[in-house]
């Protein structure tokens, strides 16, 4: 079993966040996060231009690279509805619910793992992108910050 990155995890709201802000789309409704390479799905109309796949890489990175602080605090389930989709998050996820926050740019419910601050997730490098049956995937990794 591949083993759990926070980084690459705090990276993917970042990214979601980026694509709800240029294309006013919904987050991904699939992905897979792993340690050397993930990948992001979302229902879209269309293949992204090469201008567009850059543009959301240097979105993403001007995100990480401002040093932001990742919080979380809870809420009741009532009051989370109000605010978030909560039909992503597991049934057994209780009454109580988790709010995951890149400093202002994202605020999301999440059960996972996240870096303390943005400066712990290195470079965002989009891979690819590619479109089929109105699914476009993005594929990314991240080049780790020196120490």
Request: one cysteine or more; glycine letters at 4%; a negative charge.
């Amino acid at each position: 079993m591949k083993a759990y990155n926070p980084e690459m995890h705090t990276a993917e709201h970042v990214l979601n966040q980026t694509m709800v802000k240029m294309f006013a789309c919904e987050r991904s409704f699939s992905n897979h996060l792993e340690r050397k390479k993930s990948k992001c799905d979302y229902h879209f109309d269309r293949a992204l231009t090469d201008s567009e796949a850059e543009e959301i890489n240097t979105r993403v990175n001007q995100v990480l690279s401002q040093n932001i602080e990742v919080t979380e605090r809870t809420l009741l389930r009532d009051e989370a509805a109000k605010e978030f989709d909560l039909d992503k998050l597991p049934d057994a996820s209780g009454d109580e619910i988790r709010i995951v926050r890149v400093g202002h740019y994202d605020a999301y419910p999440c059960i996972g793992a996240h870096v303390n601050n943005t400066k712990e997730v290195g470079e965002f490098v989009l891979g690819s992108t590619s479109f089929d049956n109105g699914v476009l995937r993005i594929r990314f990794k991240l080049k780790r910050p020196q120490k």
